[in-house]
């Protein structure tokens, strides 16, 4: 089962060579490379059967396009939850990258599952002696994850506003977010997809709804250090009145989320 992963990933990275090059057209910007249809591979990659019927709704290859995924990048996921994402990652950046799954200490603390969904995903994408492949599993305290390297781009997804939860001490977003700029190479990027908040919703929102205040998550980041440099729809849904708890039936995944794109300045 494992070796049938790796052939997967292996075969999957040579089909993305095969297609993200020889039609483009001289003078092309290289933003014009990336578009959902350039990752089918690891959309259907055999490791994330169980994921597809989430597609749908998570559009997996508009994301890896928004995130300017290449193979060979180093990429963190940054909470990784119950790993979609982080499969998603693996056969995108081909058997030349790698993908660091984060599940922080405090998460496993309150759900111990979060840890065997860390464990299950890495172990798909193991070769026959269980050595990860290029999915490796991280661990630590949510300000502090540890990141064996620098990363070309950390990910985070409908996460980022438990930064705030009052169960954390006083000024864990800020040492997340400083943690996330240090984690990144000159240039990298950070990719935060998350549920939208009202206006002023500020912390309470965070806690009371699970969602994220823009203007306040902006504030923070830029406050780091980083830059915005693109925000996309792909995820707008206008008919959401913002005022709902996410995890209500009327509106689980149909929340209205922000996607937006922080660089690092070199």
């Known amino acids: 089962m494992h070796r049938l992963f790796a052939t997967a990933i292996a075969v999957s990275a040579f089909a993305l060579t095969a297609c993200s090059g020889s039609e483009e057209a001289p003078g092309e910007e290289a933003a014009s490379e990336y578009n959902a249809r350039q990752y089918m591979q690891a959309i259907n990659d055999i ?22 995924i290449d193979r060979g990048d180093v990429v963190g996921d940054f909470i990784m939850g119950g790993g979609y994402v982080t499969r998603l990652l693996a056969t995108a950046v ?4 790698k993908v660091y799954a984060f599940q922080p200490e405090e998460f496993i603390a309150f759900r111990p599952e979060y840890a065997t ?5 890495v172990r798909r994408y193991s070769d026959n002696d269980g050595n990860p492949i290029n999915i490796f599993p991280v661990r630590g305290p949510l300000v502090e994850p540890g990141w064996p390297e620098q990363l070309d781009t950390i990910i985070t997804v409908m996460n980022f506003h438990d930064l705030y939860l009052d169960q954390f001490p006083e000024g864990t977003a800020e040492q997340a977010i400083g943690n996330l700029y240090d984690a990144l190479k000159p240039g990298g990027t950070l990719i935060l997809i998350d549920h939208v908040a009202s206006e002023g919703g500020g912390v309470e929102a965070a806690n009371t709804l699970h969602r994220l205040d823009p203007q306040m998550a902006m504030d923070a980041l830029t406050a780091a250090g980083f830059v915005s440099e693109a925000e996309s729809d792909i995820y707008s849904q206008p008919d959401d009145p913002l005022t709902a708890n996410v995890f209500d039936d009327e509106i689980r995944g149909q929340t209205d989320q922000i996607a937006w794109r922080f660089v690092k300045p070199e």
């Open 47 to 68: 490791g994330r059967l169980d994921d597809q019927e989430q597609d749908a709704a998570r559009k997996p290859g508009e994301l890896l396009a928004f995130a300017q």
């Open 117 to 121: 969904e860390q464990d299950e995903t």
């Open 94 to 97: 081909g058997a030349d990258g």
